[in-house]
């Protein structure tokens, strides 16, 4: 038996139309962008989600999902390109089938609805964004899906959507932490679903519990790495960062003995921002920028 909404996808013929459109005008994207911007864009993050791939690691400081994504995709080809073009398809992708979710279930009018299509394949952002070796790209395309499940859920909710959306949940959770506050929106969603109470407290315990399993099992891995159970070291790195920061504003009057374990490290700072009132320092080395998360020579 064929489904409904494929039907409306792909046997409506006005509809059937605009996916040949969207799908040609993606590929005709990609090229020309490729063209103008042959080589992909790399942020600091991205050497350490490749150093994780490269090394295959279950726990690095930035969620590793990305990493084995990128670790499959080099099982078939190294080309930047290829990785730009599967990111910006999967995104272009997922919007479409958002898109075409709500023109399913929540029709409008017709001038409105050729705005919404044209915007979608028109969109220039997704391949500014695909281009760069980032979980981003990644992130959006689940975060997208991950919406139009709760769209299902809502309009038309199955058993069979509680076990897509808590995959689609965990997904979106282990690719980026942004989705730590996804649940309570499922939590939300599944609340106002009309379906029994049962799948309902099936679909909400399904979501938590999938996250509670991928933080008990991130925060024994790293345990293993560094003797500590934490489940995101950057966020303990980043609180230590700014702390040292603040060490700049404190009056010398108002300035307490640290305790014995980090005396040494106390002084290093002290003689850092005496130094700097002295000596000009590149950008990296002031307190204005990440001197002591991310430089080499940080105490």
């Not at 103008?36 to 400081?61: E, G, I, K, T, W």
């Not at 969620?63 to 272009?92: C, E, N, W």
């Not at 909400?204 to 159970?229: P, V």
Request: charged share 10%.
């Amino acid at each position: 038996m064929r489904s409904p909404f494929l039907d409306f996808c792909w046997g409506n013929r006005s509809n059937h139309t605009w996916w040949i459109i969207a799908l040609t005008a993606f590929i005709v994207q990609m090229i020309v962008y490729k063209i103008v911007y042959p080589f992909a864009n790399y942020l600091p993050d991205s050497y350490s989600y490749l150093d994780a791939a490269n090394q295959n690691l279950d726990v690095n400081m930035w969620p590793v999902a990305y990493s084995k994504f990128l670790r499959l995709i080099s099982v078939f080809t190294h080309s930047d390109k290829i990785l730009f073009g599967i990111q910006y398809l999967l995104m272009q992708g997922a919007s479409l089938l958002f898109l075409f979710t709500l023109l399913y279930f929540r029709p409008p009018g017709k001038v409105t609805r050729i705005i919404l299509l044209v915007f979608v394949i028109a969109n220039p952002v997704p391949l500014f964004i695909a281009n760069y070796v980032s979980a981003d790209s990644l992130f959006i395309a689940l975060s997208i899906c991950w919406l139009t499940s709760l769209i299902w859920t809502i309009y038309r909710p199955q058993p069979w959507l509680i076990l897509v959306h808590a995959l689609l949940l965990l997904a979106c959770f282990i690719v980026r932490y942004n989705a730590i506050y996804y649940p309570l929106i499922s939590l939300l969603t599944y609340m106002l679903s009309r379906q029994p109470w049962k799948w309902k407290v099936a679909g909400i315990l399904a979501s938590f519990i999938l996250i509670g399993l991928s933080i008990a099992y991130t925060s024994s891995q790293m345990k293993k790495e560094t003797g500590k159970s934490q489940f995101s070291a950057f966020g303990g790195w980043q609180l230590a960062n700014n702390a040292l920061y603040m060490y700049q504003d404190i009056p010398a009057r108002s300035r307490r003995s640290a305790p014995p374990q980090f005396a040494g490290l106390e002084a290093d700072v002290r003689a850092h921002m005496d130094t700097l009132k002295k000596i000009k320092f590149t950008m990296a080395d002031t307190v204005s920028s990440h001197f002591y998360l991310w430089s080499p020579r940080a105490p």
